[in-house]
């Protein structure tokens, strides 16, 4: 039996890999703040824990307090998923030392923890649609230049060094995945990242859509169950020392593209509103997933128009569960 530690596990990505966990047969302790997180979103981890009683437990807690050590060297896991940060742009640029606190010293907590208790694997959940800056050649491979331009992204490539720095002290194998723009259902209708989320809420809900800048910006949109796969596959991996991986599909789609499919799928949407362009966010990115394919044998299964698909019909019935009632309103 695979014992597995996720923090973040409440959130978008983190909620879907313990779900993932659980389906392969592991142990999992799920950590999450719940500032951002959603406990509903692990009704599916408690089902299994009533069923089989000790498969999921559950800690709420921020990965910056002392009691993590406690949590880590209990658990004792094989595994560390290390997903819980601060995942807004804007709230870096706003409060930078807010932003520091948890992508920071958070990681760094947690890799003092993990050495006390001998964990021997952490995979981590790098920023792909930030660590390279704006590079000259797309996709971008591993072996380009970190570039980071944003407090977040300064935080986030931090991260992954420290995790570097403590596997070339203490002995243990850090996979770092490059995650480009990731979607899907459970991503939250609010923030930067979740920009497909956020257009097909508006659309559910009848309003208009923002689109900041010209529209022309470009992200690589990558699927949330691909990459809970890649999540799977680094942590069943053996690399010989500490590994970079991006996880993304290599292909550019710009916002009003994005846009223009997303409305085919509503119908009757009348256009979108333009606003100013935000500080901080990078105009083009998108990664060679390459390395990725070849050493762990990850590949993205679902392309944009089927996951889009997904992500509506999934907002459709979070955000209008009962079609009926609501006309019988």
Not at 118 to 142: C, D, H, M, N, W
Not at 246 to 273: H, K, W
Not at 287 to 305: C, N, S, Y
Request: glycine fraction near 10%; aromatic fraction near 8%; charge should be negative.
């Amino acid at each position: 039996m695979v014992r597995s530690l996720v923090t973040g596990a409440a959130g978008f990505i983190g909620s879907n890999l313990v779900d993932r966990l659980l389906a392969d047969g592991h142990d999992v302790v799920g950590i999450d703040n719940l500032s951002t997180g959603h406990v509903d979103n692990l009704t599916a981890a408690w089902e299994v824990e009533r069923s089989s009683p000790g498969r999921f437990r559950f800690h709420q807690l921020d990965i910056t307090a002392p009691e993590l050590k406690g949590i880590v060297l209990g658990a004792n896991p094989d595994v560390i998923y290390h997903l819980a940060a601060q995942i807004d742009v804007r709230v870096s640029v706003r409060d930078p030392l807010f932003d520091a606190r948890s992508n920071v010293l958070g990681t760094i907590n947690l890799c003092e923890a993990s050495r006390e208790a001998g964990v021997q694997k952490i995979v981590y959940a790098a920023s792909g649609g930030s660590r390279y800056g704006t590079p000259s050649v797309l996709p971008v491979r591993e072996d380009a230049l970190a570039d980071p331009l944003s407090p977040y992204a300064v935080a986030k490539f931090a991260g992954e060094t420290y995790l570097r720095a403590y596997a070339g002290m203490y002995g243990y194998t850090p996979i770092c995945l490059a995650l480009s723009n990731v979607y899907g259902p459970r991503q939250s209708v609010r923030g930067e990242a979740g920009v497909i989320a956020v257009f097909g809420s508006s659309m559910v809900a009848g309003r208009d859509v923002t689109i900041y800048g010209d529209g022309t910006a470009t992200r690589d949109y990558v699927y949330v169950d691909d990459v809970v796969e890649a999540f799977a596959l680094a942590g069943a991996s053996n690399p010989e020392g500490a590994a970079l991986y991006n996880v993304g599909t290599g292909r550019q789609t710009s916002v009003v593209e994005l846009y223009r499919l997303m409305a085919e799928m509503f119908g009757d949407i009348t256009g979108p509103v333009f606003a100013p362009a935000r500080t901080g966010e990078l105009q083009a990115i998108a990664l060679d997933a390459g390395k990725a394919g070849r050493e762990l044998g990850w590949l993205p299964a679902i392309d944009l128009a089927e996951g889009v698909a997904r992500t509506v019909d999934w907002l459709r019935f979070e955000l209008v569960p009962d079609p009926l009632a609501v006309i019988g309103a």
